[in-house]
């Protein structure tokens, strides 16, 4: 099958040729987004969240020859993971909100996949006590779009800031920024039905 990745299967291909400077960058693009998806997946856990990081990044240097660019990088890194993550779940009782994502997974996945019409109401992301609910939800969110949405309603930043900072257009900002609103909402009101917080 077609790589649809090429630019993360080159990353992969100077890696394995023992570059050290690719796998520095590699490092330090992912790590972040990786650390915010499991932080949330282990009720906000650190040290937790930071484990299950570290193993995830020395997995994926191990696995490194198997990725095949069908995915992008921070996709085939999540996968790792929620592996992890799912061998943890087994060892202990569970959290709630890691039971409400594991079992949310494919519904999440389904509804990024086609993002449509709901808005994203701008209130949402102050309310204290769904805190732990836009948590989880931005960590379901592509790192483009959680940055979107964090620099939108949580730094405050105009679109016109947000495209300076990112180094992008105008338009492909407000793209971005729209497309995120409406991910954001969908996985949002499918958790929050999931959790019983909506009807």
Not at 42 to 66: F, N, P, S, Y
Not at 110 to 132: M, N, S, Y
Request: net charge negative.
């Amino acid at each position: 099958m077609e790589a649809h990745y090429p630019e993360d299967l080159a990353i992969r291909n100077r890696i394995l040729a023992g570059d050290e400077e690719a796998a520095a960058a590699f490092f330090r693009h992912h790590l972040d987004a990786l650390y915010e998806f499991v932080h949330y997946r282990v009720g906000g856990r650190r040290a937790e969240a930071e484990d299950v990081v570290q193993e995830t990044m020395l997995v994926a240097l191990e696995r490194l020859r198997a990725f095949d660019g069908r995915s992008s990088l921070h996709t085939w890194l999540c996968g790792i993971a929620k592996n992890k993550l799912r061998s943890q779940r087994r060892k202990r009782r569970p959290v709630l909100m890691e039971d409400l994502l594991e079992e949310a997974d494919e519904e999440i996945e389904a509804v990024l996949g086609a993002i449509d019409r709901e808005p994203l109401p701008e209130w949402i992301l102050a309310r204290q006590e769904t805190q732990e609910l836009v948590g989880a939800t931005l960590s379901s969110l592509s790192p483009d779009h959680r940055a979107a949405l964090v620099d939108k309603y949580l730094e405050g930043l105009s679109v016109n800031e947000m495209a300076a900072k990112r180094g992008r257009g105008t338009k492909a900002t407000e793209s971005t920024l729209h497309r995120a609103r409406l991910a954001f909402a969908r996985v949002f009101q499918l958790l929050a039905k999931r959790r019983g917080e909506l009807e």
